[in-house]
């Protein structure tokens, strides 16, 4: 995933500078591979505990609204390569996506200490998922508005889908599997996205 400088000074005493500083303090830790203190990101933005925690929320919050940055930003970074159009472009989009994630040194850091909690706020509803869903929503009508994809349910129902089958698959080995099935997902979301097989790649005109 891209990175990002660590928070600059803020303003007042210290390095406070109100919850954007704060996200920007604990992005920064996130990417570099380092646990996100609450007591240790107060003291460096010099405010207490109980201020932090106004700003954020809880740690887990603040670290789900990291993980929703990261994976827009991985996304748009995806989307400069891919190719093809209609549902081919859509899967090349998903296949570097997950593949991106599962290499992120910074998302491997994380799970190797707290593979509990990344499942809880990756695999589950909430904010990844609805930053995840609302992404794909925009590819997806993307690719309906010049007619290379025709879809037959909602598209905010499709994009749900999509998102919690490939979550299921790219973060089997945190469920109980051996190993992310990054094929599998892309062979179970084709189907949705190719309902009808005569229809090739681009699923005719859009609805």
């Not at 997902?185 to 681009?202: F, K, Q, W």
């Amino acid at each position: 995933m891209n990175g990002q400088p660590r928070a600059g000074n803020g303003t007042g005493n210290g390095r406070a500078g109100g919850p954007a500083a704060a996200v920007a303090a604990a992005t920064a830790h996130y990417l570099a591979g380092e646990p996100i203190d609450m007591s240790a990101l107060a003291a460096e933005l010099g405010v207490g505990r109980a201020t932090l925690y106004r700003w954020v929320g809880s740690r887990e919050r603040l670290l789900g609204a990291i993980l929703a940055e990261m994976t827009e930003r991985t996304y748009r970074r995806v989307m400069r390569e891919v190719t093809g159009t209609g549902a081919d472009r859509i899967l090349d989009a998903l296949e570097r996506f997950m593949r991106a994630v599962v290499e992120a040194a910074p998302l491997k850091a994380l799970t190797a200490r707290e593979p509990g909690l990344f499942v809880r706020l990756a695999a589950a509803p909430g904010p990844v998922e609805e930053r995840a869903k609302a992404v794909l929503v925009r590819e997806l009508q993307r690719e309906i508005d010049r007619g290379a994809l025709r879809v037959t349910v909602p598209i905010e129902t499709l994009a749900q889908a999509i998102v919690r089958i490939a979550d299921s698959f790219m973060y089997a080995h945190y469920l109980g599997g051996t190993r992310p099935e990054i094929d599998t997902a892309l062979e179970v979301i084709g189907l949705l996205l190719r309902p009808d097989p005569a229809s090739g790649s681009s699923g005719g005109s859009g609805s």
